[in-house]
Structure formats: structure tokens, C-alpha cells
């Protein structure tokens, strides 16, 4: 008895482990993908009058605006990715006709590896194409007029999300209600952390049809830099935003009873600190941030008191502990306070109006950055030539 009452624990116990994965958590968004892909082989050469063999299909991906890599997976199942085959040079036609080339489409914003994980590319314009996999060459002389084999490749598509807006916040902070509030997007919104377990985008209207597109990407918690909680799939979508929009809690946050409680400001500088041990060069990026939850009480007297510290966060991060000291301090372009749950159209036209003119002068800047930077290349590239042009000949 005691031996079936083992054997039956140790049964239930396997049971567990091996419960498959939730459906939310397998179905829905995806922003990785695996493939299998070969290029065609080159035709054969002939001999005789030194004909050449047609080059084998190349294998390309190009990149859609309307794709998702969800749409990919459904459409390329259980079809063979292989690229035609170059034909034989014959003596009624000595060139071989090449290989049919196959172009898969996948969204833009992806970037491909093979499966070493080192880099073939990235496909960040609608349109735009990336050769993964190229044809064997056709048979020739140097070839002893064989035809080379066709490459058989294991490709991972990464998919990064490109988004004017991402917004950066710890679970349950406001970034899916914010993300209902300002544009048609339907984020699950509920009282406990991880809501959020796949990026939304949405897309904010204004009258005069300007449109600005805004991620709510999974919450971040401590460690998410070594790809804790939802990590790298948060992490990895902000790096194609313009802006980056923190939306924190009056109130600060806790994720559970075994986790340090962190004040507001001891939030903002968390975040920071997690987005710099990931990729500091994001710190680059304009920021702004959304105080949330206004309406709990004595948030207003928390506001007041953090406002000026949150004005210079440079000099504020001294005064955090240790372990969450960022190097690198993010500088807020716009810092807003508001109760997402009680907003009026008013306010939320006033959130959206503030974002649009924080994201426009930020871009505008850049580019001024960007042309100022040219113009001085161009005038050193001048002086260059002139000095060329001047120097005297030495015999």
C-alpha cells in the first residue's frame, strides 16, 4: 500500500512538470521563429564545348508591413523551403537557365540569425530584402563543370517591434490601461502583476490624421537585464522606439513578499538601472514619464515632495541603495501625473497632445544633431581636397 501511494505521488508529481504551457502563453503574439531553408544546386556544365550549368535558387526574405511572425508559421507549414535547382547546359542552350529563387515575407523589423546565433542581418524597411541562403554555382571550368550543392541553413527570426512609443513600467504600473486610454488598443487589464504576457501595439488618432504608434511591452522586475521574468522580451522591443515612456506607480511597487519594496522614485531609478545593464546605449533615447494612480491616497504630497528630485535624477541617485545605481541616469524631456483610471476625454487629449510634442521635438532635434553633424563632415571633406589641391610637389 505504501509503495502504490509512492508510486502515485511520483506520478502526479511528473504530471506537473511535464502540464504543457498555458494558452495564452503559446498562442497569440510571436517574436521568434525558427526555419529551415535551402538553396538550389547549380546545373551541370558541358564539357565538351565548355558550357556552364545554371546557378542554383537563392532563398531571400523580404520584409511586410502586414505580416506577423504568427502568420509566417501558419503559412509555411509542412512546406519544404527549398529553392529550384539550376538547369544543365545542353548544346542546344550552353548557359543553364537558373534556379527558381523563393522569397518568404515576414514582418519588418526582423532580424535574422543562423544557428550559431551570428548575425546574417536585419530587415528594418517595408520591402526590403535579405538573402539568407544563396544557389550553388552553376558547373564550369573551375568547377570541372559540376554543379555546386545548394546551402541548407537553420535561420532564427527575431522579431523586434518597431513603435514611435515604448512604454517602459513594472507590472500592474498602468502601461496596458494608458495603452486603452489613449488609443483603440484592447490590452488585458487586471489588479495583479504579468497581465501583460505579449507585447500590444496601438496607435494614437489625432484630427489631423497624425498617427503615433505605442508598445505596451511585458512588465519588467529586478533581474529582467539577465532575462528574469519576462526579460529579453521586453527588453529587446524597446531598442527600435523612438521614445521611451515610463509609466510608474505613486505608490511605488513590490512583486511579492520575498521582494524589496521600492518607493516611486526608487522605481524610475530601478528601471534605469535594468535597461543599462541590458543595452546602456538606450539610455540615449528621449524619455518621459506618466506618475499613475494619482488618486490613492497622499499622492499628491509624494508628487510634491519627489518632483524636484525627479527635475535632476542625476543628483537623487546617490541617495538610492547601492544595487540599484544606475551609471547612466536617463533625462525626463516631459514629466506628467494623472489617475489612468479616471481620466476624463480631456485629460486624456492633454496626455496625448504632451506626447506628440515631446516625441516631435525630440526627432526634430535629432535631425538637426544629424545635419549638423554632416555639414562638418562635408567642410573637413572640403579642407581636405583644398589642401590636396594647394600642397606643393616635392622632387
Known amino acids: 500500500m505504501v509503495f502504490l501511494?509512492?508510486?502515485?505521488?511520483?506520478?502526479?508529481?511528473?504530471?506537473?512538470?511535464?502540464?504543457?504551457?498555458?494558452?495564452?502563453?503559446?498562442?497569440?503574439?510571436?517574436?521568434?521563429?525558427?526555419?529551415?531553408?535551402?538553396?538550389?544546386?547549380?546545373?551541370?556544365?558541358?564539357?565538351?564545348?565548355?558550357?556552364?550549368?545554371g546557378r542554383g535558387g537563392h532563398v531571400f526574405l523580404e520584409a511586410k508591413d502586414d505580416m506577423t511572425l504568427k502568420s509566417v508559421d501558419n503559412k509555411l507549414k509542412n512546406i519544404?523551403?527549398?529553392?529550384?535547382?539550376?538547369?544543365?547546359?545542353?548544346?542546344?542552350?550552353?548557359?543553364?537557365?537558373?534556379?527558381?529563387?523563393?522569397?518568404?515575407?515576414?514582418?519588418?523589423?526582423?532580424?535574422?540569425?543562423?544557428?550559431?546565433?551570428i548575425l546574417i542581418g536585419e530587415i528594418n524597411e517595408p520591402n526590403s530584402k535579405l538573402m539568407v541562403a544563396e544557389g550553388g554555382i552553376g558547373g564550369c571550368k573551375e568547377t570541372d563543370f559540376c554543379g555546386r550543392k545548394g546551402r541548407s541553413r537553420v535561420i532564427h527570426l527575431d522579431l523586434k517591434l518597431i513603435s514611435d512609443v515604448a512604454l517602459v513600467g513594472f507590472p500592474n504600473a498602468g502601461k496596458s490601461t494608458l495603452l486603452k486610454t489613449v488609443s483603440r488598443a484592447a490590452p488585458k487589464i487586471a489588479e495583479y502583476p504579468f497581465t501583460t504576457v505579449k507585447p500590444n501595439i496601438g496607435t494614437m488618432v489625432f484630427q489631423d490624421m497624425r498617427k503615433i504608434s505605442m508598445g505596451d511591452l511585458p512588465g519588467l522586475i529586478e533581474g529582467a537585464h539577465r532575462n528574469v521574468g519576462m526579460g529579453y522580451s521586453f527588453l529587446k522591443h524597446i531598442e527600435r522606439s523612438k521614445m521611451m515612456l515610463f509609466v510608474v506607480d505613486i505608490q511605488g511597487f513590490q512583486l511579492s513578499a520575498r521582494h524589496t519594496r521600492r518607493n516611486c522614485l526608487e522605481t524610475i531609478v530601478l528601471l534605469n538601472k535594468e535597461i543599462e545593464l541590458y543595452k546602456p546605449d538606450l539610455l540615449e533615447m528621449p524619455a518621459m514619464v506618466l506618475i499613475n494612480k494619482m488618486d490613492?491616497?497622499?499622492?499628491?504630497?509624494?508628487?510634491?515632495?519627489?518632483?524636484?528630485?525627479?527635475?535632476?535624477?542625476?543628483?537623487?541617485?546617490?541617495?538610492?541603495?547601492?544595487?540599484?545605481?544606475?551609471?547612466?541616469?536617463?533625462?525626463?524631456?516631459t514629466i506628467l501625473k494623472t489617475s489612468l483610471i479616471n481620466t476624463s476625454k480631456n485629460e486624456i487629449n492633454f496626455i496625448k497632445k504632451r506626447i506628440r510634442e515631446t516625441l516631435d521635438k525630440c526627432v526634430e532635434r535629432e535631425e538637426h544633431e544629424e545635419e549638423d553633424e554632416n555639414s562638418v563632415v562635408k567642410l573637413i571633406s572640403k579642407l581636405q581636397k583644398g589642401s590636396e589641391q594647394v600642397a606643393p610637389n616635392l622632387v
Do not use: W
Not at 81 to 91: D, I, K, P
Not at 95 to 111: H, Y
Open 5 to 53: 501511494t509512492r508510486t502515485l505521488y511520483y506520478a502526479k508529481k511528473i504530471e506537473q512538470i511535464e502540464k504543457p504551457m498555458r494558452k495564452y502563453l503559446r498562442k497569440g503574439f510571436l517574436d521568434h521563429l525558427v526555419l529551415n531553408v535551402r538553396s538550389g544546386a547549380g546545373g551541370s556544365g558541358f564539357p565538351r564545348f565548355g558550357g556552364m550549368g
Open 80 to 117: 519544404k523551403l527549398q529553392a529550384g535547382t539550376g538547369s544543365n547546359s545542353t548544346a542546344h542552350g550552353l548557359i543553364g537557365q537558373p534556379g527558381e529563387d523563393i522569397t518568404i515575407r515576414v514582418p519588418t523589423g526582423v532580424t535574422v540569425y543562423d544557428r550559431n546565433k
Open 296 to 333: 490613492t491616497p497622499g499622492a499628491e504630497d509624494i508628487f510634491e515632495s519627489i518632483l524636484p528630485k525627479l527635475e535632476r535624477l542625476d543628483d537623487f541617485v546617490s541617495e538610492c541603495p547601492e544595487e540599484i545605481r544606475p551609471e547612466k541616469v536617463v533625462t525626463f524631456e
